[in-house]
């Protein structure tokens, strides 16, 4: 839930502070709304704030479901909504109300429409934020970064599955950052998904994850040490050790690890 929004000190007349400084663009004439985001001030209209969100709604009339219902807040110069927020992304919200295109969206970025649902989903602008939306996915974005995007503003699933059936099945390993950008509670189902979808799954269970087969138990140690990037150096020990760490085999007979006696191994 966003915060209360917040309004300037009231004083004797009810013009500007000399300290403040009208938006070149966006303090218009005929609005009745102003918000301070210092030292700019916006005269905006208050009716796109009313119609489009849920939120500005109850702030700026109540919960009245009077159309005529007079402004609570934000009415005067002097009464100015404070806003902490940076300016320049502000404007890409207003624009969406004021494009003067008609429908022509094109001189908007990627970037500028991630701010802009951003903005939507933080004061609840639903049909500002099916916009963005459709805008986003025409836009070329890595399926990490596109996940995070969407779970942070709350889309539905209909949006995210896709791009957890396109990880989970692609040949690239998840590397570090990928995984910290995913989070522990997308990260652990996908790599389960990665996990089944490269072993036979039992019948009978399909919460297991079964080792391959044709693996033999010096295969996994090599392949589980170059994951965690660990060199048999740093184990103080030989290549072919046993899953178990248990000595590998020759010609059927177990053969003890080689170590450096004068190096004693590390503790992790």
Same mark, same amino acid.
């Given at each position: 839930m966003p915060p209360k929004l917040n309004e #300037?000190?009231?004083? !004797?007349? =009810?013009?500007?502070?000399?300290? @403040?400084a009208p938006h070149t663009e966006y303090y218009i004439k005929g609005g009745d709304l102003y918000i301070l985001l210092t030292p700019i001030l916006y005269r905006v209209h208050s009716h796109f704030f009313i119609r489009e969100s849920k939120f500005w709604r =109850? !702030?700026? #009339?109540g919960p009245s479901s009077l159309k005529e219902e007079p402004l609570r807040k934000g009415s005067t110069s002097s009464s100015a909504i404070i806003l902490q927020e940076d300016p320049q992304k502000f404007d890409r919200l207003l624009w969406i109300f004021y494009n003067t295109q008609f429908g022509d969206y094109s001189k908007a970025n990627l970037k500028d429409w991630i701010t802009i649902i951003e903005y939507a989903t933080k004061w609840d602008f639903p049909h500002v934020k099916e916009l963005a939306i459709r805008h986003i996915q025409t836009h070329e974005m &890595?399926?990490?970064?596109?996940?995070?995007?969407?779970? &942070?503003?709350? @889309?539905? !699933?209909?949006?995210?599955?896709? @791009?957890?059936?396109q990880v989970a099945s692609r040949e690239e390993v998840l590397g570090l950052e990928e995984s910290r950008k995913l989070g522990l509670e997308t990260l652990v189902p996908i790599h389960q998904a990665r996990e089944r979808l490269r072993s036979p799954v039992p019948a009978n269970n399909r919460m297991l994850s079964p080792i391959r087969t044709d693996l033999k138990p010096t295969d996994v140690v090599e392949i589980v040490s170059a994951t965690f990037n660990i060199?048999? $150096? =740093?184990?103080?020990? #030989?290549?072919? $050790?046993?899953? &178990?760490?248990?000595?590998?085999s020759v010609n059927g007979k177990e053969e003890p690890l080689k170590t450096d006696p004068k190096k004693p191994p590390n503790r992790r």
């Amino acid at each position: 839930m966003p915060p209360k929004l917040n309004e #300037t000190g009231k004083n !004797e007349n =009810d013009g500007r502070s000399p300290s @403040l400084a009208p938006h070149t663009e966006y303090y218009i004439k005929g609005g009745d709304l102003y918000i301070l985001l210092t030292p700019i001030l916006y005269r905006v209209h208050s009716h796109f704030f009313i119609r489009e969100s849920k939120f500005w709604r =109850d !702030e700026l #009339t109540g919960p009245s479901s009077l159309k005529e219902e007079p402004l609570r807040k934000g009415s005067t110069s002097s009464s100015a909504i404070i806003l902490q927020e940076d300016p320049q992304k502000f404007d890409r919200l207003l624009w969406i109300f004021y494009n003067t295109q008609f429908g022509d969206y094109s001189k908007a970025n990627l970037k500028d429409w991630i701010t802009i649902i951003e903005y939507a989903t933080k004061w609840d602008f639903p049909h500002v934020k099916e916009l963005a939306i459709r805008h986003i996915q025409t836009h070329e974005m &890595d399926p990490i970064s596109r996940i995070r995007l969407y779970q &942070d503003n709350k @889309l539905p !699933e209909k949006y995210l599955f896709p @791009l957890y059936v396109q990880v989970a099945s692609r040949e690239e390993v998840l590397g570090l950052e990928e995984s910290r950008k995913l989070g522990l509670e997308t990260l652990v189902p996908i790599h389960q998904a990665r996990e089944r979808l490269r072993s036979p799954v039992p019948a009978n269970n399909r919460m297991l994850s079964p080792i391959r087969t044709d693996l033999k138990p010096t295969d996994v140690v090599e392949i589980v040490s170059a994951t965690f990037n660990i060199s048999f $150096a =740093d184990i103080n020990a #030989t290549p072919g $050790a046993n899953v &178990d760490g248990s000595p590998p085999s020759v010609n059927g007979k177990e053969e003890p690890l080689k170590t450096d006696p004068k190096k004693p191994p590390n503790r992790r």
